[in-house]
């Protein structure tokens, strides 16, 4: 589910989630990017910025990219 054991342990921790983007009513999106991996940002109502590539091993996350890559 996870790119790598560093993207993994950051959603456990709380601070990445791997959700479809309609599941993330309760906040805001701050990002207009086709993806389910999302770095959260505060308590109640959190910010979600979504990932186009995994910070730690460099994977690409999200579907515009799996899109362009398909094209090639
Ligand atoms: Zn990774």
Known sequence: MFC???LGE???RGFVVHEPIHKLANGRILT???TDYFFQFGGERPSYAG???CPFCG???SRELWNREKKK
Request: proline share 0%; hydrophobic share 40%.
């Open 4 to 6: 790598c054991d560093l």
């Open 51 to 53: 990932l186009h590539y």
């Open 59 to 61: 994977r690409s996350l």
């Open 10 to 12: 950051m959603a456990s």
């Open 32 to 34: 207009e990017i086709d």
